[in-house]
């Protein structure tokens, strides 16, 4: 059964980053792209980006350009992503999701975390 | 690029039927077989339900059924039931530059 578990809540002052980590358990990354979305309270999914485990291309919204960096680390079976530059306009709880096969087929997902941004 | 076109809200009786759509261009739902619905309830996080338009994952009941027709997705709950109850996503590929897009939502309501 596969699991992704997700790091703890974050509060994060404007201007500042945020990384947030996301662990498969139950079986590994590889041969699989981890993508993450973010939904802000009472709002819709905003997909953000994703990257395959194996190689580490990634591939992003235009909207992060510039802002949203992913990475991974393949012997703790770990995906990251960080965003920087934080607004409260990003204030929100991030998922990651796997992909099955090819986009938009997001078949596992974290518990999410949620990202305050407040000064 | 804008959000996929949901109405809002939903609703149906129990053991009725209810159908969401989900509307976009020849760019996205119209361009490609790559529809998917996810099911959230509130606290969670979303739940798979639906891909390449009209499959159910494994473990899905086949009251949830997709298709498509032009630039519009469909998603179709049969028999509902009150876990029926919850906020419902379509999302769609939109090619290479901006892979995937997602509606805004809909809320389903068994009434």
């Known amino acids: 059964q596969v699991q992704l578990v997700q790091s703890g809540a974050e509060v994060k002052r404007p201007g500042a980053s945020v990384k947030v980590s996301c662990k498969a358990s139950?079986?590994?990354?590889?041969?699989?792209?981890i993508n993450w979305v973010r939904q802000a309270t009472g709002q819709g999914l905003e997909w953000m980006g994703g990257?395959?485990?194996?190689?580490?291309?990634?591939v992003h919204a235009q909207k992060f350009q510039g802002r949203v960096t992913m990475t991974r680390d393949t012997s703790r079976s770990t995906a990251y992503m960080e965003l920087s530059s934080l607004t409260s306009e990003d204030a929100a709880v991030y998922y990651c999701?796997?992909?099955?096969?090819?986009?938009?087929?997001?078949?596992?997902w974290g518990q999410g975390t949620l990202v305050t941004v407040s000064s | 690029q804008s959000a996929l076109t949901q109405p809002p809200s939903a609703s149906g009786s129990p053991g009725q039927s209810a159908t969401i759509s989900c509307t976009g261009t020849s760019s996205d739902v119209g361009g490609y077989k790559y529809v998917s619905w996810y099911q959230q309830h509130p606290g969670k996080a979303p739940k798979f339900i639906i891909y390449?338009?009209?499959k159910r994952p494994s473990g899905v009941p086949d009251r949830f059924s997709g298709s498509k027709s032009g630039n519009t997705a469909f998603l179709t709950v049969s028999g509902l039931q009150a876990e029926d109850e919850a906020d419902y996503y379509c999302?769609?590929?939109?090619?290479?530059?901006?892979?995937?897009?997602f509606g805004g939502g809909t809320k389903l309501t068994v009434l």
């Open positions: 139950g079986n590994t990354f590889a041969n699989y792209d």
């Open positions: 990257m395959n485990f194996n190689s580490g291309n990634t």
């Open positions: 999701a796997r992909v099955m096969d090819k986009w938009p087929s997001f078949d596992y």
């Open positions: 390449e338009v009209n």
């Open positions: 999302s769609s590929y939109s090619g290479s530059n901006n892979p995937v897009i």
